[in-house]
């Protein structure tokens, strides 16, 4: 916490988690093993192969622009004296509420509440 007025409260970065990058991984060395067979080597992949304007295509979109596009995907939360924002980097993306706050008691239950109904 902050003594600057323009500063968030509370801010919070978060990359993607390991699940999300064996969706990735799949396609990108898929691509990659087709681009080095058919290019790099001059061995067709498959019966019915794809010409080779078409294999760099999709080595540049799955082989490097997902992985890329992945590295750099983040989500940041901020939490100011008056509102909420959740932005969705890269792009500008981004989700700002207002907020009342109040002083809210612990509970046993409070901690599910996130999980149950809508954030308004």
Not at 50 to 56: C, E, G, L
Not at 105 to 114: L, R
């Amino acid at each position: 916490m902050t003594g600057d007025p323009g500063a968030p409260v509370f801010r919070e970065e978060q990359r993607l988690i390991w699940p999300f990058w064996v969706l990735v991984a799949v396609p990108a060395l898929v691509s990659w093993w087709i681009f080095i067979r058919q290019i790099g080597q001059r061995h067709t992949v498959g019966s019915n192969p794809a010409p080779d304007w078409m294999v760099w295509l999709i080595w540049i979109g799955a082989g490097f622009g997902l992985p890329v596009l992945f590295l750099t995907h983040r989500m940041v939360t901020e939490v100011w004296a008056d509102s909420v924002s959740i932005r969705w980097r890269p792009g500008h993306t981004w989700i700002r509420r207002s907020a009342a706050w109040r002083r809210a008691e612990p509970s046993g239950c409070m901690a599910s509440w996130a999980r149950r109904g809508r954030w308004t």
